[in-house]
């Protein structure tokens, strides 16, 4: 895929995170689409785009299905750290 050339959205607050650990764990665009799948999202290229981008809002159940296709849980995904 291009490089985003337009500044992020403000749309979400999970999409910057989305595609840093994708990167981190070196997972292609397009990898991580047919990993999404199998935890049972089906969304287009696009729209991942766009969700990564911060121009697309998210909806509850696709962060549960991001977190699980990333292996990390729903928490650290969206940066809530728990209270000791």
Known sequence: MKPRQNQPGNKNMIGAKVVALRQAKKIKQRDFLAKLQTVGLDISATSLSRLEGQYRL????????????????????????GSD
Request: charged letters at 30%.
């Open 58 to 81: 998210v909806q509850d159940y696709e962060i549960v299905a991001i977190a699980k296709a990333l292996d990390i849980s729903i928490e650290d995904l969206l940066g809530i750290r």
